[in-house]
């Protein structure tokens, strides 16, 4: 018996499904953005630079699937307060490269600009994105998200909003 062959994992379709993946935040389709995670996925913002494990330290952000379900229904649903008015957002995602394949999915590295603009104030985050994808019906999913802001261990205001 032939094994099946293994999907090639190709850095331009990654890219793209990056670029939607910013998209989609940009335009606060949320629920969207929610529903490109698996069912135990994972979105982590970590405060310090090299932090090995969102569960031992201290983190910006760190939401399983269940939290993450509910940061998207809050704003979706518009009930908080700091995002009174909305804060509108441009990301740029570049330098896309893959660091880690298997037969189950592939660890992608890029680099990323979040601007945020709410009550008059504009700010602008830069960092690293890793995503561990894997493939579901033949569609990209997020198994995970680490955001490496490079200030993260600088006073931030109230992170709310995606990266």
């Known amino acids: 018996m032939t ?12 890219e793209t499904f990056l670029v939607h993946e910013a998209r989609l935040l940009d335009e606060r389709r949320y629920e969207d ?13 970590p405060l310090e630079e090299g932090q090995a494990d969102p569960k031992e330290t201290v983190s910006l952000m760190y939401d399983d699937r269940r939290l993450l379900e509910t940061r998207v229904r809050r704003l979706v649903q518009g009930k908080l307060h700091i995002q009174e008015p909305k804060s509108r957002t441009s990301r740029l995602v570049a330098n896309v490269s ?24 504009q700010l602008t985050y830069a960092g690293t994105y890793f995503h561990r994808l894997v493939r579901q019906g033949g569609q990209f999913r997020i198994a995970w998200k680490r955001v490496e802001i490079i200030n993260s261990e600088d006073a931030l205001p109230a992170l709310v909003v995606p990266f």
């Open 98 to 121: 893959i660091e880690a394949r298997d037969d189950a999915g592939a660890t992608v590295r890029s680099k990323f600009i979040v601007t945020e603009y709410r009550r008059g104030a």
């Open 3 to 14: 094994a099946a062959p293994v999907k090639v994992w190709d850095v331009r379709e990654i």
């Open 33 to 45: 953005w929610f529903a490109l995670f698996t069912e135990d996925g994972w979105y982590w913002v």
